[in-house]
Nanobody
Framework: QLQASGGGLVQAGGSLRLSCAAS????????MAWYRQAPGKGRELVAD???????NYADSVLGRFTISRDNAKNTVYLQMNSLKPEDTAVYYC?????????WGEGTQVTVSS
């Protein structure tokens, strides 16, 4: 089970921090990631991070967002700074365990101009 939190409404230029805690994972989590889906668009990868803390980012968020993880807590974070209206979307956390994808329910992020 994945429980995400931290979404909300923020003005452009503001910051939010998303958290997602994974419970019930018997095996070690490989990749942890955040995706987002804006209205009328497909789901896109925002950032992911491996167990060795190597992170990848979408070009649209590079330099503004930072993904991190706490393996002891099975938790992934997404620090979002300098938010833009185009960052408005439902954000989903994702983890991969033994090659299987698990998804959280999503948390709404709305950035007003």
């Amino acid at each position: 089970q994945l429980q995400a939190s931290g979404g909300g409404l923020v003005q452009a230029g503001g910051s939010l921090r998303l958290s997602c805690a994974a419970s019930g994972m018997i095996f070690s989590i490989n990749t942890m990631a955040w995706y987002r889906q804006a209205p009328g668009k497909g789901r896109e990868l925002v950032a992911d991070i491996g167990r060795g803390d190597v992170a990848n980012y979408a070009d649209s968020v590079l330099g503004r967002f930072t993904i991190s993880r706490d393996n002891a807590k099975n938790t992934v974070y997404l620090q979002m700074n300098s938010l833009k209206p185009e960052d408005t979307a439902v954000y989903y956390c994702n983890v991969v365990v033994l090659g299987i994808d698990y998804w959280g329910e999503g948390t709404q992020v709305t950035v007003s101009s």
